[in-house]
C-alpha cells in the first residue's frame, strides 16, 4: 500500500509530502497533545508547583501529601466502591437485557430506544433528574411515606453513607443502553449451529448461557470491560450535578479533586500528582488488553 | 404429546420462529422484565416532562410522578429566558446560542480534519503513520486531567485560552482518535481499485479526497456527525476549563441555574432547563435512529 509519490526519485523526506502536511494536525495531536502532555504532567507531579508551573523537584512529596490528604482517600474508596459496583451491574444489566431482546420479542427497536436515549443525555441532565427524583422532600421517599408507610426512609443523596449509591443509580440509568447495545450485537453474531446443539443436547437454556454463550463472547466482555472502566476512573461532570461532592466530601471523586486543585485552590502540583494517579489506574487495566488486542492482530495480519 | 411438547418447546429457544402463543408463562416473564426495565428508563424522562408543566404550589402539595392538574409553560418561558445562574439572569438561551456557536464549528471543524486523517492512514500511509495513529488509539484512554494543564499551556501560547477558538481546537484535538479511526475503517473498506484508479488518471491527494472519498463517505459524515453533535453539545469539562463564563455552554450554564444557592429553589423552572438542554442530544437520537447505534458500535466496540 505504499504508494510512491510523485517526488518518489527525490529526498524521502518529501515522498508523499501532500499526506505528510494533511497528516500534521494528528501529528502534533499524538505527540504534542497525548505523548508530550501526558509526559509533561508526570513530569511536574515531582515539583512543588503551586500557582504556575515551576520545575523545582521535590522528589515524591506531592504523593505523601496526596495520600495524606482525606479528601483523596476518600475520592478513591468512593471511585472503588462505585466502579466496582459500576462495573458488576454494568456488565450484569447489558448482559441480562440484551439476552432478553434477544427472545424474538416484538417491539424490539422500542424497547431498544428507551434503554438506550440515556446515553444521548448529558451527564448534567443526568445528574439533575436524579437529584430531583432522590430528593427526600418531594421525591421517591415522599411518594412512599404518603402511601402510608410513614417511615420509609430512602435519601442516599443526604446521607454519607450511602451517597455514592445514589450516584450509581444514575450512571447505571445513563451507561447500560449501550453496553446492552454491544452485548446484543455480541449476541446476534454467535452461530445459530450452537444453540441448535444445545438444544439437541438438552441443555437448559440459562445452562447454555453460562457455560456455552457467556465463555464465547469473551471479546465483547473484555470490550465493555474496558469501556466501563475508562468512564469510571473519568467520572466527574455527574458528581458535579447531582452532588456536588456532597453531602461534606462524602461523594466527591478523583477527577473532581484534580480540577479542584488546578483551577481552584492554585495547587498544581497536587493536580498533576492526582492525575497521574489517574493515569495509572487506566494503565493498569488498558495496558494489558491492548497488549491482548495488538499481538492478537498480528496473529491475524 | 408429552414428546411433542417437549420438541416444541425446544424450538421456542432465541434463535427459532416467533411462538404461537404469546402468553406462555416463559413469555410473561420475558415481557415482564422487560417493563420492569423500560419503567426505570422512562421514569426520568416523564418525571422531568411532569415537574416543568406544573406550578410550583402543586409541586409542593402533589407527588413527582402525578400528571400535572393544571398544565402551565411558565416555567418553561422562565428557563428559557429569566432563570438566575449567579452570574446574570438571561435564562438559558444564553447558553444555548453559546453552545450553538460551540458545535457547529467544532464539528465542521472536527470532522475535516479526521476524514482527512483516515484517507491518509488509509490510501497514503506514509512512514510511521501506523505509529502516530497507535499513540492516538491509545491516547483515547488517557484520562482527560491529565491532559487538561498542558492543553492549557498550549492554547495560552497559541494566544487562544479562553477564545471560541481554542475551545475548537480542544474538541477537535479530543475528539480526533474516535473519528479518524471511524474514518480510516470507513475508507480501508472501499475497493482499492477505486483510488488506484484515481491515480492511474493522475489525481492527487487532494483530488482524490475531495472527487471520490468526500462523496462516497456520506454516511460515515452522518455517524460521525451524530457522535460529534451529540458528544460537544453535552460537554460540561472542557467547556469549564477551555471557556470564560461569558462563553459558559448550556450545561454549565444548567448546572449553574439548577445548583445556585441563592434564592428559592424553583423545581419547576430546574426541569424545564434540564429538558432544554436535553432536547437537542434527544432530538438527534430519536431522528437518526438506527445511524445512531451505528455510531456508538462503531466508535464503542473499537475505540
Known sequence: ?301 | MAEAAIHTSALQGPQGRRPKSLLSPRRIVIYGLLLVAAFYYILPLYVMIVTSLKGMPEIRLGNIFSPPVEVTFEPWVKAWSQACTGLNCDGLSRGFWNTVIITVPSVLVSIAVASVNGYALSNWRFRGSDLFFTILIIGAFIPYQVMLYPMVIILRTMGLYGSLSGLIVVHTVFGMPILTLLFRNYFTALPAELFKAARVDGAGFWGIYFHIMLPMAVPIMVVAMILQVTGIWNDFLFGVVFTKPDYYPMTVQLNNIVNSVQGVKEYNVNMAATILTGAVPLAVYFLSGRYFVRGIAAGAVKG
Open chain 1, 1 to 301: 500500500m505504499n504508494e510512491p509519490g510523485p517526488g518518489a526519485r527525490g529526498n524521502p523526506f518529501f515522498r508523499n509530502a501532500a499526506a505528510k502536511i494533511a497528516s500534521l494536525p494528528m501529528i502534533l495531536t499524538a505527540l504534542v497533545v497525548f505523548v508530550g502532555g501526558t509526559a509533561w504532567t508526570v513530569v511536574y507531579s515531582f515539583t512543588n508547583s503551586k500557582l504556575l508551573p515551576k520545575l523545582n523537584f521535590v522528589g515524591l512529596d506531592q504523593y505523601r501529601r496526596l495520600w495524606s490528604t482525606e479528601r483523596w482517600v476518600v475520592s478513591v474508596e468512593n471511585l472503588l466502591v462505585y466502579g466496582v459496583f459500576m462495573l458488576v451491574f454494568s456488565l450484569l444489566m447489558g448482559f441480562v437485557l440484551a439476552a432478553l431482546m434477544d427472545q424474538k420479542i416484538r417491539f424490539e427497536n422500542t424497547f431498544r430506544t428507551i434503554f438506550l436515549y440515556p446515553f444521548a443525555l448529558s451527564f448534567i441532565v443526568t445528574g439533575l433528574v436524579w437529584q430531583w427524583i432522590l430528593n427526600p422532600e418531594f421525591g421517591v421517599q415522599h411518594v412512599v411515606r404518603s402511601l402510608g408507610f410513614e417511615n420509609f426512609t430512602f435519601d442516599p443523596l443526604y446521607n454519607q453513607d450511602i451517597v455514592i449509591y445514589g450516584i450509581l443509580i444514575a450512571a447505571l440509568w445513563q451507561g447500560t443502553g449501550l453496553i446492552m447495545c454491544i452485548m446484543l450485537a455480541g449476541l446476534r453474531g454467535i452461530d445459530e449451529d450452537i444453540w441448535k446443539a444445545a438444544r439437541v443436547d438438552g441443555i437448559p437454556a440459562w445452562k447454555t448461557y453460562v457455560f456455552i454463550i457467556i465463555p464465547m463472547m469473551r471479546p465483547v466482555f473484555i470490550t465493555s470491560l474496558v469501556l466501563i472502566g475508562a468512564a469510571i476512573v473519568k467520572v466527574y461532570d455527574l458528581v458535579v450535578a447531582q452532588t456536588g461532592g456532597g453531602p461534606g466530601i462524602a461523594s466527591e471523586v478523583p477527577a473532581k479533586y484534580v480540577y479542584q486543585n488546578m483551577f481552584y485552590a492554585q495547587n498544581l502540583g497536587q493536580g498533576f500528582a492526582a492525575s497521574t494517579m489517574m493515569l495509572i489506574s487506566v494503565a493498569v487495566l488498558v495496558v494489558p488488553w491492548a497488549y491482548l488486542e495488538f499481538s492478537g492482530r498480528q496473529r491475524h495480519g
